[in-house]
T-cell receptor, first 111, second 112 residues
């Protein structure tokens, strides 16, 4: 079936450290993955995406890693800042073009 | 600002009523998605349209319906509302199916 889940519901990270948010997916036919950030009271904001023919993609302070063998996705945020506090969702697109979201990980930044 | 506009921002209505949520996609985007987000939950995919045609359907209740109009705006109709329908409803749009989707700020529906 289709499911995208996150290993940890809450992640606390010291300001300035790197954050790693993990995600497992179950649909081996998924060919496109997206990370979103949702701040309180706002809609999800696109962070970075990756297609299944890649295993790594870098953006500004963010890196997404895709391991198709174990169906695992991760988002790395470098030098975490207070403004990174949010809920992070991974999402996958299956062959039927539905984009399915996981439950989210709340990232909490410690001063 | 993502460029996706949703109205209204807030809606309070009674059980049994019907409401219509409206979404204007980003200029040039052909695909529109609707999601429901309950308190502290993830985003549940409801339905997707591409250039006026239904493209994919998720866990959308029979009491809910949607459509995308020729000008590409979309409406989500919720009828026979129940307390459990209280949630944030998000619309997103993308240029093509499968490209990154940009979300609106959502409509917060409260059913009392």
């Amino acid at each position: 079936g289709e499911s995208v889940g996150l290993h940890l519901p809450t992640l606390s990270v010291q300001e300035g450290d790197n954050s790693i948010i993990n995600c497992a997916y179950s649909n081996s036919a998924s060919d496109y993955f997206i990370w979103y950030k949702q701040e309180s009271g706002k809609g999800p904001q696109f962070i970075i995406d990756i297609r299944s023919n890649m295993d790594k993609r870098q953006g500004q302070r963010v890196t997404v890693l895709l391991n198709k063998t174990v169906k695992h996705l991760s988002l790395q945020i470098a030098a975490t800042q207070p403004g990174d506090s949010a809920v992070y969702f991974c999402a996958e697109r299956g062959r039927d073009d539905k984009i399915i979201f996981g439950k989210g990980t709340r990232l909490h930044i410690l001063p | 600002d993502s460029g996706v506009t949703q109205t209204p921002k807030h809606l309070i209505t009674a059980t049994g009523q019907r409401v219509t949520l409206r979404c204007s996609p980003r200029s040039g985007d052909l695909s529109v998605y609707w999601y429901q987000q309950s308190l502290d939950q993830g985003l549940q995919f409801l339905i997707q349209y591409y250039n006026g045609e239904e493209r994919a359907k998720g866990n959308i209740l029979e009491r809910f319906s949607a459509q995308q109009f020729p000008d590409l705006h979309s409406e989500l109709n919720l009828s026979s509302l129940e307390l459990g329908d209280s949630a944030l409803y998000f619309c997103a749009s993308s240029v093509e199916v499968g490209t990154e989707a940009f979300f609106g700020q959502g409509t917060r529906l409260t059913v009392v």
